[in-house]
């Protein structure tokens, strides 16, 4: 028998909801965690991202992944990279997800200990919806893409062609769990 954790992931303010279910080792750090998120959820991992507790104004940052010496303050939290889920979820059961600060897709996480009799790194479990693309412009980027390749607005600057083979509601969780599971 195995210790891992099920993750319930889903991009907040999302309308109808997005979200992904997958399991990852109890022994893995929120950069694994974070990669999963990425590799789930269809993002292209180029942008700077952290876990918190929760959002606003008393959240508390558990996890970065900004590069130290990067162009911003030093982060005060560590690498994503040298913090271990457990030391987190053994004690909480949800935080926080920011990926991309620009677009400011932010994720709310819920966590459940589960043990499971076969061995494995990362499995998926479930989902519903595409995420939106990168670099979309956040919530009202992604909403003003599903309006366009919809035909409900004009698409006069040529965001179809820029959506490239993206479509709304493509989820495939067969497609995605033969990347994603190791």
């Not at 479930?126 to 366009?148: A, I, Q």
Request: with cysteine; charged share 30%; net charge negative.
């Amino acid at each position: 028998m195995a210790e891992y954790y099920e993750f319930e992931v889903s991009l907040r303010g999302a309308k109808p909801r997005l979200w992904r279910r997958f399991q990852l080792r109890k022994t893995a750090t929120f950069q694994d965690l974070h990669d999963a998120i990425q590799d789930a959820c269809g993002w292209e991992d180029c942008h700077l991202f952290s876990f918190a507790t929760s959002f606003g104004r008393n959240a508390e940052e558990i996890a970065t992944g900004i590069p130290p010496g990067a162009a911003f303050d030093e982060p005060e939290a560590p690498p994503a990279s040298k913090v271990k889920l457990k030391s987190y979820f053994e004690y909480e059961a949800k935080c926080g997800y920011v990926y991309d600060f620009g677009d400011g897709w932010q994720h709310d996480i819920k966590c459940t200990p589960i043990v499971a009799e076969s061995r494995f790194k990362r499995r998926l479990i479930d989902g519903k919806g595409t995420f939106p693309p990168e670099d979309c412009g956040g919530l009202w980027g992604f909403e003003r893409c599903v309006n366009v390749f919809k035909g409900k607005e004009e698409d006069e600057e040529g965001l179809k062609e820029w959506l490239g083979d993206w479509t709304p509601n493509n989820f495939s969780l067969a497609e995605v769990r033969e990347k994603f599971d190791q």
